[in-house]
């Protein structure tokens, strides 16, 4: 089975980024431009969260907002 794509978007200076999942291997793979990360998928909802907390923490300390 091929990686299926979740989501996908552009970010500034024309590099995409997606999110793919592959059912078979329960494999999560995020492409920003060139680069790639594999990770499982319990891996991933952990990054998740991360990267959410690290979103709430620069908008409480910066003056972003949206984007």
């Avoid at 319990?42 to 003056?63: G, I, N, P, W, Y």
Wanted: aromatic share 4%.
């Amino acid at each position: 089975m091929a990686n299926q794509i979740i989501s996908q978007t552009q970010l500034a200076g024309d590099a995409s980024c997606k999110v793919l999942y592959n059912k078979v291997n329960d494999k999560v793979e995020l492409e920003i431009g060139g680069t790639s990360i594999r990770l499982e998928a319990s891996q991933f909802f952990v990054m998740h969260e991360m990267l959410r907390k690290a979103v709430a923490r620069l908008v409480m300390q910066t003056d972003l907002t949206k984007v």
